[in-house]
């Protein structure tokens, strides 16, 4: 079962705060990790700082398109914690979820980016009532992410002059869980066909829909299970963090 959230207006919207001028909305930029967060600071001018509730927001622009930046922390509680606060707090057109995931689909190597056109929650589990794995009450299995953000990664990928590595658009898995076991990654692509597990892009997903807020999470791979993944995960998370700023730059250059 597939939830579609529906396309809402973006990038500005009526302000009658402001003498009914259309105001620019920030586009919302949510990273789990230091590194993550960073790439993506360093593609950003006239940066600011706004501290709200122990998370530290960064305002800045990305191609002249506003942005705001935060580090919610590993895992769906803080991811999902944070989307809403920022949905709150800021006047948002959209909401991205970027990072590092772990591929389970052979043919996506380390480095590759995979934009979730499907998100899920792989670790949700209320099968003891009848449901299949994964499904989640008033939500369903999957989530899809917003159609016109879809479209505008695939017109990136198309114009993208890189061939060290290949973007997809793919199904994500999320879960509270770092992913070491072959078993368990054959299970999830079995189960769900997914290209790529990680921890918070499905709980950003849920909290931004139930707020109609528009999102789309875009994972750069930086490890595989393979019992040991962590070393890998440590040695090539800068690398995934880095490409996924740059898709973001070439993504904001498409606004």
């Given at each position: ?8 207006s973006?990038?500005v ?10 105001m620019?909305k920030y586009?919302?930029?949510i990273a ?7 790439a993506i600071?360093?593609?950003m001018v006239n ?5 709200i509730?122990?998370?530290?927001f ?12 935060v580090k919610?922390g ?11 606060i920022?949905i ?10 970027i990072?590092s995931?772990g ?8 480095g ?14 209320i ?10 009450s ?15 990664c695939?017109y990136v ?13 793919g199904?994500?898995?999320t879960?509270d ?13 079995t ?10 892009g499905a ?8 707020s109609?807020?528009?999102f789309?999470?875009?994972?750069s791979i930086?490890?595989s299970?393979?019992e040991n ?5 440590n ?13 973001i730059?070439?993504?904001?250059k498409?606004?």
């Amino acid at each position: 079962e597939i939830v579609f959230l529906n396309a809402i207006s973006f990038f500005v919207c009526y302000n009658p705060k402001k003498g009914g001028k259309a105001m620019e909305k920030y586009v919302g930029i949510i990273a789990a990790m230091p590194e993550e967060m960073e790439a993506i600071k360093n593609k950003m001018v006239n940066v600011k700082e706004v501290d709200i509730f122990n998370l530290k927001f960064f305002e800045g622009k990305i191609q002249n398109q506003k942005i705001v930046l935060v580090k919610c922390g590993v895992g769906k509680v803080n991811a999902a914690r944070t989307t809403q606060i920022m949905i709150d707090k800021f006047d948002i057109s959209y909401i991205i979820n970027i990072g590092s995931a772990g591929s389970i689909n052979d043919e996506i190597d380390y480095g590759d980016i995979v934009i979730g056109k499907y998100v899920l929650q792989h670790d949700f589990d209320i099968t003891a009532f009848g449901h299949e794995k994964g499904y989640i009450s008033n939500i369903g299995v999957k989530l899809e992410s917003n159609s016109k953000l879809i479209k505008r990664c695939e017109y990136v990928i198309k114009n993208m002059k890189e061939n060290l590595y290949k973007c997809v658009i793919g199904t994500i898995a999320t879960g509270d869980i770092f992913c070491t076991s072959r078993k368990m990654k054959e299970k999830i692509r079995t189960k769900f066909d997914a290209d790529c597990v990680e921890m918070e892009g499905a709980a950003i997903a849920q909290t931004a829909y139930l707020s109609d807020t528009p999102f789309i999470i875009i994972r750069s791979i930086s490890d595989s299970p393979n019992e040991n993944n962590q070393i890998d995960f440590n040695k090539y998370l800068k690398m995934a963090a880095n490409r996924c700023a740059i898709f973001i730059e070439n993504l904001m250059k498409a606004n």
